[in-house]
């Protein structure tokens, strides 16, 4: 079972560029999020959709963007990097519609991103 | 709004000892209570949740957790340290609008 694949795995960026973090998920979830994770500061939400066609903005939006382009699929695009935004991003989805609730959410591997 | 704290960001057990890795919440409302693993270069995984059915949860790996509503509470426990359990632990709270992750706490176990 694949789950939720991210792509990439690791991504080196110099300030300025441009990058898209992909996500796909196979258990026609309604939920889709984007993480970040740095040391010392757990994960933090970055963006969620609670349903296709719908974004909104989570605890740390700033600097980034996002698609939910269908059901399966969800990316976050950093439209100019910035060393601030080095970080682990996780992708993570759930069944039920609401940005969070009681129900798990499932975790991609996660992309590890450097900006120089 | 709510928050995780997590005590302690490195608890170190031998094999075979106790594990007990601290996590207090703050919440306006009953809120749901989870604790997720994350394993080197590996997204995170549910250890267990509490959702009000029952105070002490089970979780997957031989894990539990016991919520006290009193002290604020969703401390994680395990009987006897296995070197597999070395990983990051992350308490989450949710109250239905927001869910919030705590800093983490880093298990080694030492043989």
């Known amino acids: 079972n694949a789950g939720v694949t991210q792509t990439p795995k690791f991504q080196v960026l110099k300030t300025g560029q441009s990058m898209t973090l992909q996500c796909a998920q196979d258990m026609n979830h309604n939920s889709m999020y984007w993480y970040r994770q740095d040391p010392g500061m757990g994960l933090r939400l970055i963006y969620y959709?609670?349903?296709?066609?719908?974004?909104d903005k989570g605890e740390v939006p700033n600097g980034y963007n996002v698609s939910r382009l269908n059901k399966r699929e969800f990316s976050l695009r950093l439209e100019s990097a910035a060393p601030s935004q080095t970080s682990v991003y996780f992708c993570?989805?759930?069944?039920?519609?609401?940005?969070?609730?009681?129900?798990?959410?499932?975790f991609g591997s996660g992309t590890q991103l450097s900006v120089l | 709004a709510q928050s995780v704290t997590q005590l302690g960001s490195h608890v170190s057990v031998s094999e075979g000892a106790l594990v007990l890795l601290r996590c207090n919440y703050s919440?306006?409302?009953?809120?749901?209570l989870f604790w997720y693993v994350q394993y080197p270069n590996q997204g995170l995984q549910l250890l267990l949740k509490?959702?009000?059915?029952?105070?002490l949860v089970k979780g997957i790996n031989g894990f539990e957790a016991e919520f006290k509503k009193s002290e604020t509470s969703f401390h994680l426990t395990k009987p006897s340290a296995h070197m597999s359990d070395a990983a990051e632990y992350f308490c989450?709270?949710?109250?239905?609008?927001?869910?919030?992750f705590g800093a983490g706490t880093r298990l080694t176990v030492k043989p």
């Open positions: 993570a989805s759930s069944e039920a519609r609401f940005p969070a609730t009681n129900e798990k959410l499932f």
């Open positions: 919440s306006s409302v009953p809120p749901y």
């Open positions: 989450a709270v949710s109250d239905l609008n927001d869910m919030r």
């Open positions: 509490y959702t009000s059915a029952a105070t």
């Open positions: 959709s609670a349903s296709e066609g719908t974004t």
